[in-house]
C-alpha cells in the first residue's frame, strides 16, 4: 500500500494534533496517555518516517501474507481514545507513580492471575475463551485491590517496519485497557506502552517464534 506525502502528513496531524498533541517524556520514552501513543526504544513517530512513496508497508512471507495498514485502521487509532487515558503518565509527580521501569513483572501468585496473552497477525483483537478468562481475572483482581496500577504492553512480531509495530503494538495494548476499563477497572490506573517489534520474547525467526512475539503483557505496581 502506498501513501501520498500529503496524506502521511493529515493523519499524522490527525494523531498527534486532533485527539491531544504529542509529547515528549524523559530520555528516550514518548508519551501520549491520551492517545496511548506511549512507546519506547528507537521510535519516531506512531507511523514514522520511512520513506513508503516507493514500497508496500509489508513484504509476504514464506507463510502468511501481511494485510497493510489501512486508512480505517488509523481513524480506529485515533478512536481509541474514547476511553479517557489516565490524566497523567507514571513518573509525572502529579501521578504520584514511579516510571514504568518501577513496575515488575508478575511474579508468585500474581503470575497466575496477569498472565501473558497473544494476538493474531495482523490482530489487535484477542480471540478465544482462554484470553476473556484471564481479562476477567485481572479486572477482578484489580476491582478488588485499589492500591494496584498496571501498565500493559504491546508486542509485535519482527516483520514489518518499525512505524506499523509501534502503531499495532499501541492498539493491541489499548485494546486490552478497553476490555478492564469496560469491566469496571477504573481507566486512571491502566497505562499503555507499545514496542512495536523492539522486545522480541523470542529471538528465532519462525512462524512459532513470531506467534510467542505478537503478544500483550502486564507490569504491575503496588501503591503503599
Given at each position: 500500500m502506498?501513501?501520498?506525502?500529503i496524506?502521511?502528513?493529515?493523519l499524522?496531524a490527525?494523531?498527534c494534533?486532533?485527539?491531544t498533541?504529542?509529547r515528549?517524556?524523559n ?8 492517545t496511548?501513543g506511549?512507546y519506547?526504544?528507537n521510535?519516531?513517530?506512531?507511523w514514522g518516517k520511512e ?8 513484504t509476504a512471507?514464506?507463510?502468511?501474507d501481511?494485510?497493510g495498514?489501512?486508512?480505517e ?12 487515558q ?5 513518573g509525572d509527580?502529579r ?7 518501577g513496575?515488575?513483572?508478575p511474579?508468585?501468585?500474581e503470575s497466575?492471575?496477569?498472565k ?5 497477525l495482523?490482530d489487535?483483537i484477542l480471540r478465544?475463551?482462554e ?10 483482581f ?9 501498565f500493559v504492553?504491546?508486542?509485535c512480531?519482527?516483520?514489518g517496519?518499525e512505524s506499523y ?7 493491541r495494548?489499548n485494546?486490552?485497557?478497553?476490555l478492564l ?5 477504573d ?6 506502552v507499545?514496542?512495536?517489534?523492539e522486545?522480541?520474547?523470542d529471538?528465532g525467526h519462525?512462524?512459532?517464534a513470531w506467534?510467542?512475539n505478537?503478544?500483550?503483557e ?5 501503591k503503599s
Open positions: 502506498k501513501h501520498t506525502p496524506l502521511i502528513t493529515l499524522c490527525l494523531a494534533g486532533t485527539v498533541g504529542c515528549s517524556g530520555g528516550s520514552v514518548w508519551d501520549d496517555n491520551r496511548a506511549s519506547k526504544g521510535a519516531r513517530s506512531l520513506d513508503t512513496s516507493n514500497e508496500d508497508f509489508f512471507s514464506n507463510d502468511e501481511f494485510i495498514l489501512k486508512d485502521d488509523l481513524r480506529i487509532q485515533v478512536a481509541d481514545g474514547a476511553i479517557p489516565p490524566k497523567h503518565s507514571p509527580a501521578s504520584k507513580l514511579p516510571g514504568i521501569e513496575f515488575h513483572s511474579a508468585g501468585a497466575a492471575i496477569f501473558t496473552v497473544y494476538f493474531g495482523d489487535h478465544g475463551k484470553y476473556t478468562a484471564i481479562i476477567d481475572k485481572v479486572s477482578d484489580m476491582k478488588s485491590h485499589s492500591d494496584v496500577f498496571v504492553s504491546g508486542h512480531d519482527e516483520r517496519p509495530n509501534l502503531s499495532l503494538g499501541a492498539r495494548a485494546y486490552i485497557r478497553s476499563v469496560q469491566k469496571g477497572v481507566p486512571e490506573r491502566v497505562h499503555t507499545s514496542y512495536g517489534k522486545r522480541p520474547a529471538l519462525t512462524p512459532e506467534n510467542k505478537r503478544r500483550g502486564f507490569r504491575i505496581y503496588k
